[in-house]
């Protein structure tokens, strides 16, 4: 056993053995006046602390200074001053209501499709500054103004400044990472501060007092683990944002000294070094949507086989619903700032016309009743052309004014084979630099094979004699606004099937729309001699007579089908639109007048 040693103290003298009284210098809590008696090297005598040579080796001044000196009674100025930075934030936002989650979009909150689609990177900082009502205020200030206390009392004004600036960053970032929800709040800095309270607790356990070790150290660890069960078992909470602000405080605490162990100031510009990384850190955030925005959203590819078209979309953007179009994608949020992209291929068999689908596409869609209830007013602009791929089209601009706020519209209609292509874009006029990922998207759009004309093809391949199989193809082909190998197809067809009078009108439609209007109508003739009571036999060859420049011979032929269908709407329709659009070959009879008396 060690020799014992003797420490002289108020209250008597105390025996200690060598590794204990070493671990006391250790700790600074030995002074250098104290009467020791070590009687390996000081036999009976008792001599001053600082005589002897393992105290001199032990004892650091500045730790001895710091177990002394170190106190958690400064009034936190710079955390208080924090605190009403929160509550005028929420006076502005709130009015001392609740914050909605359009309220949140709208004043800075962290929403994830706004920083990645726009580089609005800015939020992950104001996020922090933002709460949604008086209770979420209040515990969040009261946690913050006892563990920021601590941390201020404990680190240097500046170090404290970057443990606040990066906890609220890493919160806010592992957030936008990992949980799609708007989130605001400054708990992430709270639970930085908490990690920065853990963090110096365990470095610094040796050389604190018994009260500051309880303080900092055997409370601080429960804490943080309370309030962290408390978020998993409620709803409602970013407990992703949780982790990461006390993960960045934990990591942060590791680093920084404490103010009464840095090192003095050796230059006048030390502080302005010091203050760089948080400075440079909030002019990164606040510049960061000029310095990214044009290279963001990041793009992926997306195809829809059915309707046969590929469009690139952001990365973040999920499948939707929409009633402007079957398939759809968007940007998650469900009110301010919701964008999104809707498709659809509608059929026109009189023949795709892509300024009568704008047409349509506005009398029976942008109305405030056919939106939804959420709808005030919708402001529609003339149709224009457009150029939506390697495709001619029509463009229909709007502004549709809801409760949240005006969304802008733009519809692209592109004709394609007997479909014309609704290309719908929606986007809040609140976030304009949208429109640049719209141009994004629409510049990317390009027209493929569906997974209906593949089949034919495939089917082709396998049975290429088959006269039905053919006229799948050639259909299939012209759908697509391939005219010319559709026709080759469907007059292999027919040449296989000479029965097969639908097989003959779809090619005279396939050569119409190749611009043969000689071949188109010899099939049509064709037709309507091994069919001569066939509706759409005589309809094509009305097309073909119209198409040769004989309009009164295309009317009689329509009168012919409408004779055999006289409740047919679409042959009706057909027949007023041709005498409307040549009214001086069908001039209308005059009205009968008043009769006179010769």
Not at 481 to 503: I, Y
């Amino acid at each position: 056993m060690a020799a014992p040693v003797i420490l002289r103290t108020e209250v008597g003298d105390e025996a200690l053995d060598l590794a204990e009284f070493e671990a006391r210098v250790g700790r600074g809590e030995v002074s250098p006046q104290s009467l020791v008696r070590l009687p390996a090297v000081t036999g009976d005598r008792f001599v001053r602390a600082c005589e002897l040579e393992l105290w001199q080796r032990l004892q650091d001044g500045r730790r001895a200074y710091f177990t002394r000196a170190f106190s958690l009674a400064r009034f936190p100025f710079f955390t208080s001053a924090l605190i009403l930075v929160n509550l005028a934030a929420f006076l502005v936002t709130a009015r001392g209501g609740t914050l909605e989650l359009d309220d949140m979009v709208r004043t800075g909150g962290k929403v994830g499709p706004l920083v990645f689609d726009l580089g609005e990177v800015w939020r992950l900082f104001t996020a922090n500054l933002l709460h949604r009502d008086g209770l979420h205020l209040g515990l969040n200030m009261f946690v913050l103004f006892n563990v920021g206390g601590m941390m201020e009392n404990t680190y240097r004004t500046l170090d404290y400044l970057w443990l606040l600036v990066f906890s609220g960053l890493a919160t806010m970032t592992a957030s936008l990472l990992l949980n799609e929800s708007v989130t605001i709040g400054a708990s992430g800095m709270v639970f930085g501060c908490l990690g920065g309270v853990v963090a110096f607790g365990l470095k610094y356990r040796s050389q604190l007092s018994a009260f500051h070790r309880s303080v900092m150290g055997d409370a601080a660890i429960p804490t943080a683990l309370g309030l962290l069960l408390i978020g998993l078992t409620s709803q409602g909470v970013d407990n992703w944002a949780h982790g990461g602000g006390l993960v960045a405080g934990l990591a942060t605490g590791s680093f920084l000294r404490p103010r009464l162990l840095a090192e003095g100031r050796r230059w006048w510009w030390e502080p302005a070094l010091r203050a760089l990384p948080s400075v440079g850190l909030v002019l990164l955030l606040a510049f960061g949507q000029a310095l990214f925005a044009d290279a963001l959203p990041t793009m992926r590819l997306e195809r829809d086989d059915v309707y046969g078209f590929s469009i690139p979309v952001p990365m973040t953007w999920g499948r939707g619903a929409t009633p402007l179009g079957r398939v759809a994608w968007y940007n998650g949020l469900p009110g301010l700032g919701r964008a999104s992209f809707a498709a659809e291929a509608v059929e026109m068999p009189e023949g795709a016309d892509a300024p009568g689908a704008a047409q349509r596409f506005v009398d029976e869609r942008l109305s405030a009743r056919a939106l939804g209830p959420d709808v005030t007013r919708v402001r529609v602009e003339a149709p224009e052309p457009a150029r939506v791929g390697d495709r001619d089209g029509v463009r229909v601009r709007a502004v549709v004014d809801e409760t949240s706020g005006p969304t802008r519209l733009a519809a692209y209609f592109v004709p394609r084979g007997g479909n014309v292509y609704q290309l719908v874009f929606q986007w809040p006029a609140d976030f304009p630099r949208y429109a640049h990922v719209v141009d994004q998207m629409l510049s990317g759009v390009r027209f493929e094979e569906g997974q209906a004309l593949r089949r034919a093809r495939a089917e082709a391949l396998f049975f290429p004699n088959s006269g039905p199989v053919l006229a799948r193809l050639g259909l299939s082909l012209l759908e697509h606004g391939d005219a010319p190998p559709a026709a080759e197809a469907l007059a292999t067809a027919v040449k296989v099937d000479p029965s097969n009078g639908p097989a003959r009108v779809a090619l005279s439609r396939a050569w119409l729309a190749a611009g043969d209007a000689e071949r188109a109508c010899a099939a049509a003739r064709d037709a309507v001699v091994y069919a001569p009571d066939d509706v759409e036999a005589l309809e094509a060859e009305a097309r073909c007579e119209l198409a040769q420049g004989h309009p009164r011979r295309a009317l009689l032929r329509l009168q012919a089908a409408r004779a055999l269908e006289p409740k047919n709407a679409h042959l009706e329709a057909a027949e007023r639109r041709l005498k409307e659009t040549l009214p001086e070959y069908f001039p209308s009879e005059p009205a009968p007048g008043p009769s006179r008396r010769p």
